[in-house]
């Protein structure tokens, strides 16, 4: 029986037609993006009624799905690829990453195992090892790529946890003696309280460290906390320090904080999920000094080094914790070989082909090129530093990375990100830094140009200009 040619398996020359019609609607979409707003510009009501006509009884011709699929995003997204997004640790996607989310949605190999799928899973695991030691861990580091830096900081605790107690696999919680802890700063991202929760030990489980005043966790608040908890019957498990925080782009003190780790035996994890991008710099990897003594690592390969969005990495020096924190046999998998097959050494079961989205833009660009692209993301923040402070704002942060936290000479932050946010020239962030309201700028996106820049600096001024000719209202707290 031949195959069927079908709307959802067309013929060769129909899908060629329509790859071609795509490919070139993306790239004119790609153009307008960049010369128009940031933020959407949708009729809510039209689209509504239009998404609502896809009833699914009467199919449409693929071409049409598609042109309408396009246009609905072109003006219903916030455009994180437009070189004015100043926004989140989610730049537009190196070239090289889109060509191989392409690729590997044509071949859609599954990388649970080796067996099924040994080139792929090679060349994840080639990644891997080039990334742990150019962080500086040994040559016999493992890990895997992961859906994003959540679930990454999430098998670090299931490996804090199996490390710490071996009974924890078989018993969870009920192994421990007293309530299991760990330690992160209060500038850390917050999928730490939910992670907890996930892993069992309960939000509770979250110490949220106090900070040194300039965003970084408090060396000896941390030693305080860690007496306190044994104390009182607890069982610290984990120090996690932040490489990059999501607010400032601080960094934890890493050796500090190893030290008192290693003092107290506890699993050393540090999530650099933004700030782990700068090890490609030769010029300024030595700002995570002491990375490469951590038990596990965090990276997002779609934060700085700019691969399209789920592509975290998780990375440890301790190869038997891992398998034993998530290993499993079943009779239907064709192999079961933790050196090699990812279901046993992972949360994941069924797994997509994440790694060669970095693997094709580092084997294009080279450490070097990553280093110029972070070189020029943080020389663009400086410049933006230095007139904003020319001109009155006060710089709140002190970050070696590229985040900016700014407040106006006058006027309230949260009303200027607003105004700004609106207008569609830029987008910028509000945010809380040391208890107080900043303006947050991140610049990440590798087609940024100082041009963008200055347009950004018009922004701020003209807002902040406007801000200060009428009353701020009152915010409820």
């Known amino acids: ?49 239009e998404l609502t ?28 690829t437009h070189p004015r997004y100043f926004g989140l640790f989610n730049p537009a996607p190196t070239f090289p990453a889109a060509c191989a989310d392409r690729i590997a ?16 899973v090679a060349i994840e695991a080639h990644v ?16 895997h790529f992961t859906s994003g830096g959540s679930e990454a900081n999430y098998t670090a605790l ?20 007293g309530p299991p802890v760990f330690y992160v700063s209060r500038e850390s991202h917050l999928a730490w309280l939910k992670i907890a929760h996930q892993a069992g030990v ?25 007496l306190d908890d044994r104390a009182n019957g607890c069982v610290p498990v984990m120090v996690a320090a932040t490489a990059g925080t999501t607010n400032a782009g601080m960094i934890d003190p890493l050796l500090p904080c190893f030290e008192i780790a290693r003092a107290n035996d506890l699993w050393f994890h540090v999530d650099a999920a933004w700030g782990g991008a700068v090890i490609a710099s030769d010029h300024r990897r030595a700002v995570l000094e002491g990375i490469g003594l951590a038990d596990s690592i965090t990276i997002d390969a779609h934060k700085w080094f700019a691969t399209t969005m789920g592509c975290g990495m998780f990375i440890t020096r301790h190869a038997p914790i891992l398998t034993a924190a998530f290993h499993v046999t079943a009779g239907f998998m064709p192999s079961n070989n933790p050196g090699l097959d990812p279901y046993v050494t992972s949360a994941q079961w069924s797994r997509r082909f994440l790694g060669l989205r970095l693997f094709l833009s580092l ?55 607003a105004e700004i946010v609106a207008s569609g020239r830029a987008w910028v962030a509000a945010t809380r830094f040391e208890d107080r309201d900043v303006i947050r700028v991140c610049i990440s996106n590798g087609e940024t140009t100082a041009e963008d820049v200055a347009i950004l600096i018009t922004a701020l001024e003209h807002a902040a200009a406007r801000s200060a000719s009428k009353p701020v209202p009152e915010r409820s707290v």
């Not at 896809?54 to 609905?72: G, I, N």
């Open 1 to 49: 029986m031949p195959a069927p040619q079908t709307a959802l398996f067309p013929p060769a020359a129909e899908r060629l037609r329509c790859d071609d019609l795509l490919t070139r609607a993306l790239e004119q979409a790609r153009e307008r993006i960049r010369q128009g707003s940031v933020v959407p510009t949708p009729d809510r009501s039209a689209f509504a009624q």
């Open 53 to 80: 006509e896809f009833d699914f009884q009467r199919p449409r011709p693929l071409d049409e799905v598609l042109k309408w699929t396009t246009a609905s995003l072109e003006c219903g997204l916030v455009h994180v």
């Open 105 to 120: 949605a044509t071949f859609n190999p599954q990388l649970a195992t080796a067996t099924t799928s040994p080139a792929a």
């Open 128 to 143: 891997i090892r080039a990334v742990a030691q150019r962080a500086g861990l040994p040559s016999d580091a493992i890990g």
């Open 158 to 177: 299931i490996c804090a946890l199996t490390r710490a107690n071996e009974r924890f696999a078989r018993d969870g919680a009920r192994a421990f003696a």
């Open 202 to 226: 309960g939000r509770a489980a979250v110490r949220l460290v106090a900070t040194d005043g300039c965003g970084r966790m408090a060396v000896e608040a941390l030693r305080a906390a860690l």
């Open 363 to 417: 084997a294009v660009a080279g450490w070097a090129g990553y280093g110029d692209h972070v070189d020029r993301s943080i020389a663009l923040a400086e410049m933006l530093k230095q007139e904003l402070e020319a001109r009155g704002w006060k710089i709140a942060n002190d970050s070696p990375l590229a985040v900016l936290c700014v407040t106006p000479p006058s006027g309230d932050p949260r009303a200027l990100v």
